[in-house]
């Protein structure tokens, strides 16, 4: 079938990306599914850090790439060999498809599943198999086993759960990757308890949601950390007991002074050593700091090496938030629908396919929380 799809073609284009267009449309075909794959029609995508990390080229991958990776569609096809999927099925995404069989996935962490982050890195489908086809001489890459940005695509169901087909669409999108990644870091890698202090270093998609998932795990007092005072006052409506402006204040004296001496758990997700350092240091004795954030890869931080034995310090990094899709994504989503995770509040713009670019420059800006292309618009 032919598709309109979002094709980054080149990494590293200067902002702003409205005139340097990194990402065009393109008519491409997309075969049916392979055995153990759906074709699905993309009905939400939201745009992430992630996808800007490759726009920019801090996260190389393989090019021309048919972008985007947190999603919810309808199923179209059904490939050979794949139960439990029927056409009609509404799914959300995850953008590590987990094998099953490998030692993390054996192990219940199927974030870090090695088949599914070899075929990532590769571009690929989990079979390893490519889907897209356009011009005879180029090779459409995959984009971590997604590809969102197009009216349809090809995943493994792996990389597929279904969902209430009730949810709205551009609701149901953020769980498969800001909800999944933000409140997982708070539940399932930081295992935040009741009446546990938490501060969240940055508060995008992923952080606000990070925020989310420490207010309904009971902690207090929960303190939001930002640059951006508009970020802040949502987060005051969204739990946030505290609430620190960075580019006023000495954050981890700040912290410190909130809680006496620091927090049992700090929340990284910016992407930035300096800030994880700062984290650290606000973190208290016996506590952890969690890192959601992907820096650049060449980037490194330093911490006191002997902290970590006397004063019992961890550090933890937390991808894809620890979860496992098939049992985090309904958990979730039923914790939204009780009104304990108002995800909603997170969608800040609707979009169209064609307006992705200018999006992107929001997106670095740091404008907005998370943006969603709605394909029915």
């Known amino acids: 079938m032919k598709v309109t799809a979002a094709v980054l073609g080149e990494m590293g284009l200067p902002a702003p990306y409205a005139r340097s267009l990194p990402l065009k449309l393109q008519t491409l075909e997309l075969d049916e599914p392979g055995i153990g794959e759906l074709r699905v029609k993309l009905l939400a995508a939201g745009l992430c850090h992630s996808d800007l990390s490759v726009i920019k080229g801090s996260r190389p991958r393989p090019m021309p790439m048919v972008l985007g990776h947190e999603a919810a569609g309808e199923v179209l096809d059904v490939g050979p060999e794949t139960p439990g999927f029927e056409r009609g099925d509404r799914v959300v995404f995850s953008f590590v498809p987990s094998c099953g069989h490998c030692t993390p996935c054996a192990s219940g962490r199927p974030a870090l599943c090695e088949p599914g982050a070899a075929a990532n890195t590769a571009g690929t489908l989990l079979s390893g198999q490519r889907r897209w ?3 005879a001489a180029i090779t459409y890459q995959h984009h971590l086993g997604v590809s969102a940005f197009a009216e349809a695509t090809v995943v493994s169901a792996r990389s597929a759960v279904k969902i209430d087909p009730t949810l709205p669409p551009e ?7 800001a909800v ?8 399932n890698t930081a295992r935040v308890a009741p009446g546990e202090s938490v501060a969240v270093f940055g508060l995008g998609g992923v952080g606000l949601a990070a925020l989310l998932g420490a207010v309904a795990s009971g902690a207090n007092p929960v303190i939001a950390v930002d640059v951006m005072p508009s970020k802040l006052e949502l987060a005051r409506e969204l739990g946030a007991t505290h609430t620190v402006l960075a580019t006023e204040s000495d954050v981890v004296a700040e912290i410190k002074g909130i809680t006496a001496g620091g927090v049992h758990h700090a929340l990284e997700t910016v ?3 300096r800030v994880l350092e700062q984290a650290y240091a606000a973190t208290r004795r016996g506590g952890t700091t969690v890192t959601a954030g992907l820096p650049h890869p060449d980037r490194r931080f330093s911490v006191p090496a002997l902290s970590l034995v006397a004063e019992e310090r961890t550090v933890k ?3 894809m938030g620890s979860s496992v899709p098939s049992r985090d994504i309904p958990r979730f989503v039923a914790l939204y629908r009780a009104g304990r995770l108002p995800v909603d509040r997170l969608l800040t713009h609707r979009l169209r396919l ?14 907005g929380v998370r943006q969603v292309v709605v394909f029915d618009r």
């Open 271 to 273: 992407g930035s050593e």
């Open 317 to 319: 990094g937390s991808y």
């Open 133 to 135: 086809h356009g011009d």
């Open 180 to 187: 999944m990644t933000g409140v997982g870091a708070a539940v």
């Open 171 to 177: 609701i149901a999108a953020l769980f498969g990757c």
């Open 354 to 367: 064609d307006e992705i670019n200018a999006a992107f420059d929001r997106l670095e800006r740091g404008e």
